[in-house]
Nanobody, 115 residues
């Protein structure tokens, strides 16, 4: 079992920046993928970005440009920096961990962008 603890969400003003963080604990294999998904109200969850333990990054189509993902393999953390936020970024951001056929989700952290 892998537990994911997210932090960094909240209310942010349009044009600002924020960083979401996620810490994984539990039965963690060295080879894994950690990432962030976004779900807007009434819509399906979609990939923002993920990063392998080897540093390979994949950004979702809507996330290129303002989003930067990074990770710390020693601390088993993954972070997502969002710059120039806008109201369309409002939603719930979920941390994801995948490894050896297992898939885990965090509880989600709400991000609300005020205009």
């Amino acid at each position: 079992q892998v537990h994911l603890e997210e932090s960094g969400g909240g209310l942010v003003q349009a044009g600002g920046s924020l960083t979401l963080s996620c810490a994984a604990s539990g039965s963690i294999f060295v080879i894994n993928v950690m990432g962030w998904y976004y779900q807007a109200p009434g819509k399906e969850r979609e990939l923002v970005a993920d990063i392998t333990s080897g540093g390979i990054i994949d950004y979702g189509e809507s996330a290129k440009g303002r989003f930067t993902i990074s990770r710390d393999n020693v601390k088993n953390t993954v972070s997502l920096q969002i710059t120039k936020v806008n109201p369309e970024d409002t939603g719930v951001y979920y941390c994801n961990f995948r490894s050896d056929g297992r898939n885990f989700w965090g509880q989600g952290t709400q991000v609300t962008v005020s205009s």
